[in-house]
């Protein structure tokens, strides 16, 4: 069982950047690919990042291309979310997500493991 814990989460204005991290134990990290996913107020569970096993393949949603970098540091069991350039459109929890593969983790449903979730909040 593999737990994951974020944090960094917070308050900012728009225009800002922000990062979140997501420490994993309870299994070996490098098996895993990472992602994180969003969830707005009243809106569905979004996707946002993937990482692969090694960080060497990386996706993004088109909303956050070119403003959020995901990164992982499998020394330190870690996967990073970088987000610059915030706006309020990108209020919501955000969540760390673990599965088996990278394409599993393109939507919630495939996701084997899930972080509790921190709050982004981006005032205008």
């Known amino acids: 069982q593999v737990q994951l814990v974020e944090s960094g989460g917070g308050l900012v204005q728009a225009g800002d950047a922000l990062g979140l991290s997501c420490v994993a134990s309870g299994g070996t990290f490098s098996n895993y690919a990472m992602g994180w996913f969003r969830q707005a107020p009243g809106k569905e569970r979004e996707f946002v990042a993937v990482?692969?096993?090694?960080?060497?393949?990386?996706g993004y949603a088109d909303s956050v291309k070119g403003r959020f970098t995901i990164s992982r540091d499998n020394a330190k069991n870690t996967v990073y979310l970088q987000m610059n350039s915030l706006k309020p459109e990108d209020t919501a929890v955000y969540y760390c997500a673990a599965a088996g593969t990278i394409g599993e983790l393109t939507g919630p449903d495939g996701v084997r493991y899930w972080g509790k979730g921190t709050l982004v909040t981006v005032s205008s």
């Open positions: 990482s692969s096993y090694s960080g060497r393949a990386t």
